[in-house]
């Protein structure tokens, strides 16, 4: 599976942000896919997971009520929707992908994912 985020940017705090991670290789819906960020100088986080098949989500308690994963499966899409970014959402954002339709707490580790993207830079600035 190939993964390509885009959507990154300046934005400033209160700003709203929509990544997206285009996927490619999927041979079936039975995927999961996870955002992570990782700031400067710090370990990479996992954010929020989806479940192409049924549409489960997750998310951190950091970004919890702010942050929105969605999916379009017709065009192989895992969008995150960043409301009211805040100075430390400042990082380079990625998304990963595992085979499976089990969702849980383990989906915010990095070593349960197989393949990943190149990440996008999300500045929070004013």
């Known amino acids: 599976v190939q993964l390509v985020e885009s959507g990154g940017g300046l934005v400033q705090p209160g700003g709203s942000l929509t990544l997206s991670c285009a996927a490619s290789g999927f041979t079936s819906n039975y995927y999961l896919i996870g955002w992570f960020r990782q700031a400067r100088g710090k370990e990479r986080e996992g954010l929020s997971y989806i479940s192409i098949s049924d549409g489960t989500t997750g998310y951190a308690d950091s970004v919890s009520g702010r942050f929105a994963i969605s999916r379009d499966n017709a065009k192989n899409t895992v969008y995150l929707q960043m409301n009211d970014l805040k100075p430390e959402d400042t990082a380079v954002y990625y998304c990963?992908?595992?085979?499976?339709?089990?969702?849980?707490?383990?989906?915010?580790?990095?070593?349960?994912?197989?393949?990943w993207g190149q990440g996008t830079q999300v500045t929070v600035s004013s």
């Open positions: 990963a992908c595992r085979r499976g339709v089990v969702t849980g707490q383990f989906l915010f580790l990095t070593n349960n994912y197989n393949d």
